[in-house]
């Protein structure tokens, strides 16, 4: 595996732990000391990802709305299979819509957040056009 795919893949396993211990510990528990200890990682590796626990969040939603975009975009289904298929993701993947409200109690709201780190936010949007870019051009 090469090192670009190696990032990526720890990457991955960043965020899947990431919302395992919110969702487990909610917004106190999911302390990025804790998450460098349950990955077996130095908290520094964790800012190679990302560069604060605000924007994790954020690229946390934005991993959520990208895999469900990635669900939704079938062109072979109809609208109303789209919407079936969206019901019963949220019906069986709750803690997708609970990470959501996990995030949002006890925090700024996102517009709070990005006026104040625009830098970040830049950055986390270039790289959701960016992948949506290159999963329209493999279609």
Do not use: C
């Amino acid at each position: 595996m090469d090192r670009q795919a190696q990032f990526r893949a720890r990457e991955a396993l960043i965020f899947e732990v990431a919302e395992q211990l919110l969702l487990d510990n909610g917004e106190a528990g999911m302390t990025l000391d804790a998450l460098a200890a349950e990955l077996d990682l130095a908290k520094g590796t964790l800012y190679k990802h990302f560069q604060s626990k605000d924007e994790l969040y954020m690229l946390l939603i934005v991993r959520n709305e990208r895999m469900l975009l990635e669900m939704v975009q079938d062109k072979e289904k109809t609208f109303p299979e789209h919407l079936a298929f969206f019901m019963l993701h949220h019906l069986h993947h709750p803690e997708r819509s609970r990470t959501y409200s996990v995030i949002s109690s006890n925090r700024r709201t996102l517009i709070d957040y990005w006026s104040g780190n625009l830098s970040s936010v830049s950055r986390v949007v270039s790289g959701a056009q960016t992948a949506l870019e290159n999963h329209h051009q493999h279609d």
